[in-house]
């Protein structure tokens, strides 16, 4: 299991956030968020696309105003020290894009220059060393490949070494190599560098692997909040037992320990809802009552909750 | 805010549609030089035909000071083209890019991003309206030398060589203001938009429609001709007649600066106002 940090540590709450709210016109795009991040979390913002994610970033980072609510980063008021608080936050909000006609530390020095930090080629270098772009410094961002923007996006969100590091999706778009190193930069940050983070993102297992606490929202409200490890340890497994004698495999289920867990029929796989451990024992049963197994297929019960909520987005 | 203006001029002198403007005042410049060079003794000869039936005339007219106000005069109307061109990029550009998010979620103030965007803007058009000057002033002077000007207007002017360049000074001096005006309303229009085209059609249609408007002989129309910011615009000419109407240069000077610190101030508010949604 992954330490959970913001355990061990203090319980310094570097994002507050009650009651967010905005509004479109008619179109309500993040109703009522209530969150915490707190230092040296790996925060996973979840949900489908259209949740409402994508807005809560740009409310954090005050790209937009909020309707209603309020948001403390750092235990400042966002609305009335917004300088002093960006100074310590770096972020990318969907794809960074740069000046595609200047190169890669010309962007990055443009940028320093107004953070105010330090510019120096030597640093500049470090930067885009550390995310892997020291040979393509003085290349132009318009011969970047989607994956070195990505990575070059990184690295001006790093450039003033902040505390906080708010990443909207950053692994968009990119190859499975790619994914990988994003990755293994962001726990490097988190674990080496000791930076807080909020990651948003619509894949499940990404959260699962980077952050140690996560939100799912949807249609801009929280639908869950907590430690990943607690979520998913609490949480049960849908399996699908696919077996040859459906008729004769329901009759004997219900008259055993097993009809409080069976759920429901479907062509000719059986579902239940179980904890891990009880799977095998399950499986055992079923062979030992002459029933033939062809597959069994465990899905943990959040992914299937996201999955319909992400499905149920794109309908 | 110097480091931030200067990062404005860096990134306004690395984009290639900067030097559109100085590149076409750069080619028609010449061509009207070279033009007048073969032909400027006819042009010379039908412009003063019913004057040489009263004076006789000596000395070099057709020199560098006559050549640069016929210059003058006949591109100040297309200078606005080319100034939209930054002027209509300067906020929308970075909307277009996305790069409005890299900026702004810097510790930087709308109120500095805005004023340095802008003061960016007007050294730009100061720069254009330079590059003008040392074209059709300074090469013409070069090559045609100098001597008394010629203006023809409701009535002939002929000023003395050393009664000259100040003229050319101011004209170019208040021109600068009319076009950092136009180069203001550009930048308010992008200011509301996410593309670079929208500010600069809008910017010509507006000053297409005033010119419009000003030149039907509608006693209406006439009527609103003052409060039309195209009609102080062309005011740089009243320092080519004798005497200069101070009077009416300082009223259209202050309704320009008007306008230019208008739209600034509209742009900054609604600015400061708006969502980041690109």
Redesign the interface.
């Known amino acids: 299991m992954r330490p959970l940090r913001s355990r061990i540590l203090d319980n310094e709450k570097i994002i507050e956030v009650h009651g967010l709210t905005k509004k479109f016109k008619n179109l309500t795009a993040v109703n009522n968020l209530e969150l915490n991040v707190y230092r040296g979390d790996v925060f996973g913002f979840l949900g489908p696309n259209g949740a409402g994610k994508s807005t809560t970033i740009?409310m954090l980072?005050?790209?937009?105003?909020p309707t209603e609510g309020t948001i403390k980063i750092f235990g400042k008021d966002l609305r009335k020290e917004r300088?002093?608080i960006?100074?310590r936050?770096g972020?990318i909000?969907?794809?960074?894009?740069?000046?595609?006609?200047?190169t890669a530390i010309k962007n990055l020095e443009?940028?320093g220059?107004?953070?105010?930090t330090d510019v120096s080629k030597k640093r500049l270098m470090e930067i885009l060393e550390l995310v892997g772009l020291e040979k393509r410094y003085n290349s132009k961002v318009k011969t970047f490949s989607h994956g070195m923007k990505q990575r070059l996006g990184l690295a001006?969100a790093l450039l003033h070494d902040p505390d906080l590091i708010i990443l909207d999706e950053p692994t968009t778009g990119l190859d499975p190599q790619g994914i990988k190193e994003i990755r293994d930069l962001i726990i490097y940050l988190s674990k080496e560098k000791q930076k807080t983070i909020f990651l948003s993102s619509h894949i499940l297992k990404e959260v699962q692997i980077i952050a140690n606490r996560m939100i799912i929202i949807n249609k801009g409200t929280t639908q869950i909040e907590g430690y990943v490890d607690e979520l998913l340890s609490a949480d049960k497994f849908s399996v699908s037992f696919e077996v040859n004698n459906l008729n004769s495999a329901i009759e004997l289920v219900k008259n055993s320990k097993w009809q409080n867990s069976y759920k429901e029929k479907l062509k000719n796989e059986l579902i239940f809802e179980l904890q891990q451990e009880e799977i095998p024992q399950l499986n055992k049963f079923f062979v030992e009552n002459n029933i033939e197994i062809n597959s069994v297929i465990p899905t943990r019960s959040l992914e299937n909750y996201f999955l319909k909520i992400t499905e149920g987005s794109r309908e | 805010m110097t480091a931030l203006v200067l990062l404005e001029l860096q990134k306004i002198f690395r984009k290639l549609r900067t030097y559109i403007g100085f590149i076409a005042i750069g080619i028609i410049v010449p061509i009207v030089q070279v033009a007048l060079y073969i032909e400027g003794e006819k042009y010379i000869n039908f412009a003063t035909q019913n004057l040489k039936q009263s004076f006789m005339l000596v000395g070099n007219l057709l020199n560098g000071f006559l050549i640069a106000n016929i210059i003058l005069q006949s591109l100040f109307i297309q200078i606005p083209f080319l100034i939209v061109l930054v002027g209509g990029d300067l906020l929308a550009g970075e909307a277009t890019a996305g790069t409005y998010r890299m900026l702004l979620t810097r510790p930087l103030s709308r109120f500095k991003l805005i004023t340095s965007k802008f003061i960016a803007g007007i050294v730009y058009t100061n720069l254009l309206i330079l590059w003008l000057a040392i074209l059709s002033l300074g090469v013409s002077v070069l090559i045609f030398g100098t001597g008394e000007m010629i203006v023809l207007r409701d009535k002939v002017y002929i000023f003395a060589e050393k009664d000259v360049l100040w003229r050319f000074v101011l004209s170019y001096g208040f021109a600068a203001l009319s076009m950092t005006t136009v180069m203001s309303l550009s930048f308010l229009f992008s200011s509301l938009v996410e593309n670079a085209i929208g500010p600069i059609v809008a910017t010509m249609a507006v000053i297409i429609i005033f010119l419009i408007l000003s030149a039907l002989p509608i006693d209406f129309l006439q009527n609103i001709k003052p409060f039309l910011f195209i009609t102080h615009m062309t005011e740089w000419r009243a320092f080519m007649v004798d005497p200069v109407d101070y009077g009416s240069v300082v009223t259209s000077g202050l309704v320009l600066l008007g306008h230019i610190i208008g739209f600034y101030l509209i742009t900054l508010y609604l600015f400061i106002k708006k969502d980041i949604l690109s």
């Open positions: 740009r980072l005050s790209l937009i105003q300088l002093e960006l100074k936050i972020g909000v969907e794809r960074p894009d740069f000046y595609l006609y200047l443009i940028l220059k107004i953070s105010e001006q």
